[in-house]
């Protein structure tokens, strides 16, 4: 009797989120996170460019509880970050056990009286004046002295905060441009 092992599955990792097909996958013998969202068909439209690797690490008693959150390591990884002189995060290599979940788009919200108003994507050090660009800019009828932020704040409910252009906008945030007086 011969027995040959054609491939191992007992070694699997799961993606969740912003993919085309979440699930476990088997890890048939090395597979990096990157070849991780290939097989999970990629990410969908609403993903965002954060990807979070939660690798689950034993504790001295071996127990993988999930009360042992203690012992589990998060790592955020930016999509389409590269050095040259670095190995790639995309590039590190997936243990069994191991859970990617692909982030949903964060947004920001502008109306009033801008020439696109809408829902857009978060960008790196968003403020009140690129806000306002992503939404085609100013009509003729804006005023830049009555532009308002109304944000989500802890404990406290929506607020509504007087802006100017450099002020910064977070996730969530709706700006709001209002018609001049005169």
Do not use: C, W
């Not at 947004?107 to 806000?131: C, K, T, W």
């Amino acid at each position: 009797v011969s027995v040959e092992v054609v491939q191992l599955r007992s070694k699997m990792v799961s993606v969740l989120g912003e993919v085309s097909r979440p699930g476990r996958y088997p890890i048939p013998g090395h597979m990096s996170v990157l070849e991780l969202l290939a097989t999970a068909g990629g990410l969908t439209a609403q993903a965002d460019q954060t990807v979070t690797l939660l690798r689950r690490k034993d504790n001295k008693t071996g127990d993988k509880s999930p009360s042992n959150s203690e012992s589990d390591v998060r790592i955020p990884i930016l999509l389409g970050e590269t050095s040259a002189t670095e190995r790639s995060p995309l590039d590190v290599e997936l243990n069994a056990g191991d859970v990617v979940y692909v982030n949903k788009k964060k947004l920001f919200y502008i109306h009033g009286e801008v020439n696109r108003p809408g829902s857009y994507p978060m960008e790196q050090d968003m403020n009140v004046m690129r806000a306002i660009s992503l939404g085609g800019g100013m009509t003729q009828r804006a005023s830049q002295r009555r532009i308002y932020i109304n944000r989500e704040m802890p404990e406290k409910g929506v607020q509504e905060i007087k802006a100017k252009l450099t002020d910064p906008v977070l996730p969530g945030d709706v700006v709001y441009v209002n018609e001049s007086l005169f």
